[in-house]
């Protein structure tokens, strides 16, 4: 063994740092980043990518050639990425005071220029995250309180996710989208005080529905009522004598069938009393 390692030696060690030379100079590339190959400090090209409604496996993911120790490889995310916000209290037009906790989704889309700028995705991600504040609270200062806390926030975001666009595109970065995690009063006072007037504003609105409500069961009330004495008037004009036999019957109904007055109540009448002239018969 001795023999062949002395007389093999400069072979084998050849060997060896050709293959770990072999081996150095090809990476794999995975579907999910993007390889900046770097020569002398200056990015040189880029395997797999980023290009968007590119079929999956076609983007140039795989095995690649490097030259070792002349280049190196920066790694960089094709996924999308996120950037969180820092709890800021935000001034609306009306002088109204929110708490506004929001994020950013971007994604790095031209590789080359973010390591000439930043260097890696965290750089990026730290350079857009005071970006992100400025522009939020820009923004968000032209609305109104009202419009922070309705559907019409959605424009907002847009504008917000537009100008945050504009300043991402300088580091190779596309912001895909930005949206309010959490909006809240500011605790004490101000939230006690809009509590209070929303309170107020939906005591005055189911006012305002129970009023027109009772409004409209009148109408239709006097609507019934109308419309039941013309059916009695037109019955009583057809047969007046059926008319008044059946309203007498039902005061006898309501007056000796009321069981509210008890079992042992009694009604004491004199037989020719006009009001029983319906039980003698016909005059």
């Known amino acids: 063994m001795e023999r062949i390692w002395e007389r093999w030696k400069l072979w084998i060690i050849g060997a060896g740092i050709a293959l770990v030379v072999a081996l150095s100079s090809f990476i794999v590339v995975p579907e999910t980043m993007q390889a900046v190959i770097v020569r002398t400090g200056e990015p040189d090209r880029v395997a797999n990518r980023y290009r968007p409604n590119a079929d999956f496996g076609n983007t140039g993911a795989g095995i690649v050639f490097r030259i070792p120790v002349l280049e190196r490889v920066v790694w960089v995310s094709k996924q999308v990425l996120d950037v969180d916000m820092q709890r800021q209290e935000v001034l609306s037009r009306d002088q109204r005071r929110l708490e506004v906790d929001a994020y950013a989704r971007f994604r ?76 809240d009063l500011p605790a004490g006072r101000p939230l006690e005080t809009a509590f209070t007037r ?59 069938a009321d069981s509210s007055r008890g079992s042992e109540s009694s009604i004491i009448l004199s037989p020719d009393n006009e009001y029983l002239r319906q039980f003698q018969g016909r005059r």
Do not use: C, H, W
Not at 118 to 142: H, K
Not at 144 to 162: V, W
Not at 207 to 219: C, E, L
């Open 108 to 183: 790095i889309i031209d590789p080359v220029l973010m390591v000439e700028t930043a260097g890696s995705t965290e750089r990026v991600a730290e350079a857009l995250q005071p970006i992100l504040n400025s522009v939020l609270r820009q923004r968000l200062g032209t609305r109104s309180f009202q419009a922070l806390l309705t559907a019409e926030r959605s424009a907002s975001m847009e504008e917000i996710r537009e100008g945050l666009d504009r300043e991402a595109r300088e580091y190779g970065a596309q912001v895909i989208d930005v949206r309010i995690k959490r909006a």
């Open 198 to 256: 929303m309170e107020t504003a939906r005591k005055q609105e189911s006012d305002t529905i129970r009023a027109q409500g009772s409004k409209q069961a009148q109408i239709i009330r006097g609507e019934a009522q109308a419309e039941a004495s013309a059916t009695y008037a037109q019955a009583f004009n057809q047969d007046p004598e059926f008319y008044d036999f059946y309203r007498a019957m039902q005061s006898y109904d309501a007056v000796f």
